[in-house]
């Protein structure tokens, strides 16, 4: 896709995020477009920031240091959603704003000792795998509560809600419910830990946004729609 596509291509996603919310008669601003700037290069990170766009999520971590250094001047919010390696944490406590893919106490624990004291704390998302697929990380909802305490009482790191990927469902109705279960979890962990914190549901990508928003997402994650299709190097 041609660079000069993607001011065009945020019009119309924002325009998306809009018209979705407006279905479900939720406030446009309680939805935040994380750009998933995976494989692209800087140069399109610097054309969706001069539209507007400041949150950006990657997946490598190594090509995230290296965009994050060409693009020092940005006022950027770097969020980190890939899976995660201990001999990464460092790097990532370090050098993002946000991380969406905690699976594991002992990640958490290496991200909360190494987060910088001269930052703010780093916000967390855990992973849940909705639909107990092997070929994705994360735990399962019955999982949830314990590695939930465990993770809320770490110094340096704030839990801050919930993040998926689910399975594609074969229409919108039953994609939206599969959403609503990460919700309802989220709404129960709130309850049992009084921590108003946990305002998060990281959910919806480039094909299933709308049925997201509709079960509440606060963080829809886009990649193709912004840049079009993924470079393969």
């Given at each position: 896709m041609s660079d000069s596509l993607i001011p065009n291509n945020l019009v119309s996603t924002r325009q998306r995020i809009d018209d979705a919310c407006a279905q479900v008669e939720r406030d446009t601003h309680t939805v935040l477009l994380l750009a998933v700037s995976k494989t692209r290069p800087a140069s399109d990170l610097r054309i969706?920031?001069?539209?507007?766009?400041?949150?950006?999520?990657?997946?490598?971590?190594?090509?995230?240091?290296d965009k994050k250094e060409e693009l020092s001047d940005l006022d950027i919010q770097w969020h980190f959603?890939?899976?995660?390696?201990s001999n990464k944490t460092r790097a990532i406590s370090e050098n993002f704003d946000w991380v969406h893919s905690v699976d594991r106490l002992k990640i958490a624990r290496r991200l909360s000792e190494q987060r910088p004291s001269a930052l703010p704390p780093l916000n967390l998302c855990l992973q849940i795998n909705l639909d107990n697929e092997d070929s994705k990380s994360g735990i399962s909802l019955?999982?949830?509560?314990?590695?939930?305490?465990?993770?809320?009482?770490?110094?340096g790191v704030t839990l801050r809600g919930l993040m998926a990927i689910p399975a594609k469902?074969?229409?919108?109705?039953?994609?939206?419910?599969?959403?609503?279960?990460?919700?309802?979890?989220?709404?129960?962990?709130?309850?049992?830990?009084?921590?108003?914190?946990?305002?998060?549901?990281?959910?919806g990508?480039?094909?299933?946004?709308?049925?997201?928003?509709?079960?509440?997402?606060t963080i829809v994650r886009i990649g193709t729609d912004i840049f079009g299709a993924r470079n393969h190097g």
């Open positions: 969706a920031y001069e539209q507007g766009q400041r949150a950006f999520g990657e997946n490598y971590l190594q090509e995230a240091l959603i890939g899976p995660i390696q019955e999982e949830l509560p314990e590695l939930a305490q465990q993770v809320q009482e770490l110094p469902r074969e229409n919108p109705e039953e994609q939206q419910q599969v959403f609503a279960k990460l919700c309802d979890a989220l709404d129960a962990l709130r309850r049992q830990t009084n921590n108003t914190s946990l305002d998060t549901l990281s959910m990508m480039s094909g299933d946004m709308e049925a997201a928003i509709a079960a509440g997402a």
